[in-house]
């Protein structure tokens, strides 16, 4: 039987690791305290759509790399980081979730950059019966990573079309942005992973877009 100077002596040193592994939480839970809708809890998302809320979906996976290479071009797709055979089929899973549960955007809207658009059209360009979703490329939703483009006024541009979508009957519909990490984190302060959805609302014109259902990863 351990003595008690031993048992004073253990409490000691878990007491001491337990102040050490502290500041390594945050390192291994999710990012901004994010939640994640576990599988086929998804029931607040999709009321939040049928209401009119906003999709905010990361494009898809890409192949391995962080930003672009060096000889990056907007309008060559061959200079870009872009969508892995998984992220055309997780794509196409995006657009099975929608079409699966009878939501159908009144419009995408996307990143000019070739993996949101090839996102997006994976996703969208055939999505249940109807009229073909019109996909519109928007600066607004490029990235801003390593000095591209200008974070705040497309922030802003991208904030006054929530405003805008807010402020409609929900019987128009609904809108899907697809986009990059920065944008999504700009806009509300929350991170997600590559395929990953938020449904959002303009909640004020100082703050981050409201979240209003747990993340949808597909």
């Known amino acids: 039987m ?8 253990d409490g000691r040193r878990q007491a001491v690791m337990r102040l050490v592994a502290a500041p390594l939480v945050g390192l291994v839970c999710p990012a901004f305290g994010q939640q994640r809708a576990a599988p086929g809890q998804d029931r607040q ?3 939040a759509l049928q209401s009119g809320g906003l999709a905010l979906i990361r494009h898809a996976i890409t192949f391995p790399g962080v930003g672009d290479p060096p000889n990056f071009r907007l309008d060559d797709c061959n200079t870009q980081r872009n969508l892995s055979r998984e992220g055309r089929e997780q794509s196409r899973a995006i657009g099975r ?6 939501l159908r955007p009144d419009r995408v809207r996307s990143s000019q950059w070739c ?8 996703a969208f360009r055939s999505i249940g019966p109807g009229p073909e979703i019109p996909i519109e490329p928007w600066p607004a939703l490029n990235s801003f990573f390593q000095g591209q483009g200008d974070r705040e ?3 802003q541009q991208a904030f006054e079309a929530a405003r805008g979508l807010a402020q409609r009957p929900a019987a128009l519909g609904f809108e899907v942005w697809i986009t990059h990490q920065v944008t999504i984190t700009g806009l509300t302060g929350q991170s997600v992973a590559m395929g990953e959805m938020l449904v959002v609302s303009y909640d004020g014109p100082a703050r981050p ?3 209003l259902a747990p993340a949808i990863a597909f």
């Open 209 to 211: 877009l409201k979240l």
């Open 97 to 102: 979730w929608f079409s699966e549960r009878g």
């Open 45 to 47: 998302a999709i009321a």
């Open 2 to 9: 351990a003595s008690r100077s031993d048992r004073q002596r």
């Open 153 to 155: 006024r497309q922030l």
């Open 115 to 122: 993996r949101c658009l090839e996102t997006a059209q994976e």
